[in-house]
């Protein structure tokens, strides 16, 4: 599939080899995948400073699915149905948010927030995901509201964000690469007003 430029021939040819497939199996399996990791080794040990706890976040119903979602027009989405998530992308993000913030916060320690224990000094991250998906001009999006809480519940800071990626090649591979740079660009944002904050 295509989401940066139609090419005729190509998509011509693609159709007649998915055609002639479908002729010899039933069922095709389905392409699974991951959001890419965070490159870099968390820093943040036991003896780390500071303390920030990452609830897994609230996403959009759409994007509670198993298939990746591609928005096809300005008000038109399609979740595909042989391109899936390879576990929920709820837990993608959360897991996701937690080393990148470990690679950007080295003096403190990102733990996932279990409602359990709570340090009297530490920092909770909450996020809500409005959007994460391939947009029909071939950009990767990803936008949302996170909020920084004291201990005590108390808001510290409160923001919106938004970020695009533009996809390097066609295809979900390429995708889901670019969905995983523009939950860099969220983390980069997140990681700023926490240091501000603590």
């Not at 996403?59 to 990746?68: C, S």
Request: net charge negative.
């Amino acid at each position: 599939m295509s989401f940066k430029t139609s090419r005729p021939a190509a998509l011509l040819t693609l159709a007649m080899l998915l055609g002639l497939s479908g002729c010899a199996t039933s069922t095709t399996p389905a392409n699974r995948f991951m959001l890419p990791d965070s490159q870099a080794v968390p820093s943040g040990g036991p003896g780390a400073e500071h303390v920030l706890r990452v609830r897994a976040p609230r996403l959009a119903h759409y994007l509670d699915v198993d298939g990746i979602v591609l928005q096809l027009d300005d008000i038109s989405l399609n979740a595909a149905r042989q391109h899936l998530w390879a576990e929920p992308l709820g837990r993608q993000l959360e897991r996701g948010m937690r080393a990148r913030l470990a690679e950007r916060l080295g003096d403190t320690r990102v733990l996932r927030d279990e409602g359990g224990h709570r340090e009297p000094d530490a920092l909770f991250l909450r996020l809500e995901v409005d959007s994460f998906q391939g947009r029909y001009d071939g950009l990767a999006v990803a936008s949302g509201q996170w909020q920084l809480l004291a201990a005590d519940g108390t808001l510290v800071a409160m923001e919106n964000f938004r970020a695009e990626t533009e996809l390097d090649d066609d295809g979900y591979p390429a995708l889901v690469r670019a969905l995983g740079r523009s939950w860099d660009q969220v983390a980069d944002q997140v990681a700023a007003t926490v240091r501000r904050h603590r």
